[in-house]
T-cell receptor
């Protein structure tokens, strides 16, 4: 069964720190991986999409990497701000059904 | 910038009632999806739809559920005889392409509360 796992489940850091969120997947037949942001009770905001042929994508202070061989993706957030506080979800397009398989998310709190 | 829209944002219904959740995908997209997220749990795939028929569905998507594209713009999810455990956030998504190249764009969600 295809699984996507995110560690840690929660993370609290002081403002200004650089941080890394982790996402791992069990199936190397991954076609792309998306990172999303979800605020409490709200929808899903797409942050970055990495195709399987790419190794990383950058958007502003965010950088996402993908390593198919190790089954891992990371989301790097530079110079964190209180407004970055949210739950960050990764989802992989995996397997012959081309379905998005989701992690449980990392709840990030940036302390002012 | 084009976006996926969903209505209503919040739906409250009594157990056993039927509900229809509505989505307007991005206009040039051809593939449509429904996902749900029960409070505190992972987002789960329900169904994908292309060319007026279901392409994939999960185990969750049983006979209680149906999808339809009634006109050129709307994509609906119908839940017959709702149960308490159907309470969740329901997300619609769309993509230009299917298969391995698809990037899915999500709507803001409909929060369904079944009493």
């Amino acid at each position: 069964k295809q699984e996507v796992t995110q560690i840690p489940a929660a993370l609290s850091v002081p403002e200004g720190e650089n941080l890394v969120l982790n996402c791992s997947f069990t199936d190397s037949a991954i076609y792309n991986l998306q990172w999303f942001r979800q605020d409490p009770g709200k929808g899903l905001t797409s942050l970055l999409l990495i195709q399987s042929s790419q190794r990383e994508q950058t958007s502003g202070r965010l950088n996402a990497s993908l390593d198919k061989s190790s089954g891992r993706s990371t989301l790097y957030i530079a110079a964190s701000q209180p407004g970055d506080s949210a739950t960050y979800l990764c989802a992989g397009l995996i397997g012959s059904n081309y379905q998005l398989i989701w992690g449980a998310g990392t709840k990030l709190i940036i302390k002012p | 910038e084009p976006e996926v829209t969903q209505t209503p944002s919040h739906q409250v219904t009594q157990m056993g009632q039927e509900v229809i959740l509505r989505c307007v995908p991005i206009s040039n997209h051809l593939y449509f999806y429904w996902y749900r997220q029960i409070l505190g749990q992972k987002v789960e795939f329900l169904v994908s739809f292309y060319n007026n028929e279901i392409s994939e569905k999960s185990e969750i998507f049983d006979d209680q559920f149906s999808v339809e594209r009634p006109d050129g713009s709307n994509f609906t999810l119908k839940i017959r005889s709702t149960k308490l455990e159907d309470s969740a956030m329901y997300f619609c998504a769309s993509s230009v392409r299917g298969g391995r190249s698809n990037e899915q764009f999500f709507g803001p969600g409909t929060r369904l509360t079944v009493l």
